[in-house]
T-cell receptor, first 118, second 113 residues
């Protein structure tokens, strides 16, 4: 099991450019989450998918952010146009649906993408 | 969702037992307690999860009193490599509720030689 794989590990871009972050969840996991971590706000949930369908995107900061999950093994988070305040570490996590009445399956996180927008 | 309160930071020395307490006064009947650990430049990692009494695994123990209004993560004989941020999360069962779990600021544990 290779775990959750994110790419790139680091991204430096200029304000106004489009940024695409990628995530490959653990095979068999049907929930995928995108988080953002900053010193000021900690770890915030942006959006999550179940069976490739977006369930809750209320954490997405604004229309500049979009996320897709075209299949069970791939998801992207896109920022267009990027701004300096988007600088953060973006994490992807996955888990399996244990179903109601069961203990939550733990989240498995990737190692994140550190985004710097200048 | 139950609000959690945990110390911002703690210091310890190698070989000592470390106990990190999390308060969750308004925990609901169907809530469970989960702890994650985050090392620098890595994503959080699941440590332990429990509902009541005591849970132990190869990494830590989790103590939950009868009223469940708090919980204590116990790390036996810490080493320098246990230096990390520890998060306490409280929320309902079911993976569909995972997204509602809130990572607070966590407790930064610094283990000194």
């Amino acid at each position: 099991d290779a775990g959750v794989i994110q790419s790139p590990r680091h991204e430096v871009t200029e304000m106004g450019q489009e940024v695409t972050l990628r995530c490959k969840p653990i095979s068999g996991h049907d929930y995928l989450f995108w988080y953002r971590q900053t010193m000021m706000r900690g770890l915030e949930l942006l959006i999550y998918f179940n069976n490739n369908v977006p369930i809750d995107d209320s954490g997405m900061p604004e229309d500049r952010f979009s996320a897709k999950m075209p299949n069970a093994s791939f998801s992207t988070l896109k920022i267009q146009p990027s701004e300096p305040r988007d600088s953060a570490v973006y994490f992807c996590a996955s888990t399996s649906g244990a179903g109601p009445g069961s203990y939550n399956s733990p989240l498995h996180f990737g190692n994140g993408t550190r985004l710097t927008v200048t | 969702l139950a609000k959690t309160t945990q110390p911002i930071s703690m210091d310890s020395y190698e070989g000592q037992e470390v106990n990190i307490t999390c308060s969750h006064n308004n925990i609901a009947t169907n809530d469970y307690i989960t702890w994650y650990q985050q090392f620098p430049s890595q994503g959080p990692r699941f440590i332990i999860q429990g509902y009541k009494t005591k849970v132990t695994n190869e990494v830590a123990s989790l103590f939950i009193p009868a009223d469940r209004k708090s919980s204590t993560l116990s790390l036996p004989r810490v080493s320098l490599s246990d230096t990390a941020v520890y998060y306490c999360l409280v929320g309902p069962r079911g993976s569909s509720n995972t997204g509602k779990l809130i990572f607070g600021q966590g407790t930064t544990l610094q283990v000194k030689p």
